[in-house]
């Protein structure tokens, strides 16, 4: 296959990688959701769980973390557009049966090309800052399965992943 028929869009015809040109590209409402997943001890949810966490709020600064992240991805991966974005909306679930605490970030924007990126940003910089503020109680914390869940809008239409 020749770097002309790649489905990998940022790199150009001699396989020198480039920003996507999406002069050309319609407006359209786009929205991207991505989550993921921390684990960690009990006691380290716990911490969480009752506001106790030697670093104040953790899911509140996290969730202030993740906001900051979506809106700051273009400046952490090198190819992406700078994007106007109309709205970040970042959720944490404590799941105590997983001793885990969920990520689900949806970012949307009007524009020429997807928030992907984005939301995947937003999760992960919010469980990055789940794992700073807990982890002089537990250095062993797992982040997992950060993924994008759905995206809405653009050339392409919806899509969804199998579950």
Known sequence: MSTQDSPLTHFDATGQA?????????ETHRIAVAAGTIRMKPETLELIRSGSAKK??????????????A?????????????AITRVAVDFEVDAAANAV?????VETVGKTGVEMEALTAVQVGLLTIYDMCK?????MVMTNVRVLEKHGGKSGDWTAAV
Do not use: E
């Not at 480039?18 to 319609?26: E, I, L, R, T």
């Not at 104040?56 to 992240?69: E, K, P, Q």
């Open 18 to 26: 480039h920003m996507v040109d999406v002069g050309a590209k319609q």
């Open 56 to 69: 104040g709020d953790v899911l509140g600064i996290a969730r202030i973390a993740a906001i900051m992240g």
């Open 71 to 83: 809106k700051r991805t273009s400046d952490l991966v090198p190819l992406c557009h700078p994007l």
């Open 102 to 106: 969920h990520c689900r970030a949806q």
């Open 136 to 140: 002089a109680a537990d250095r062993g």
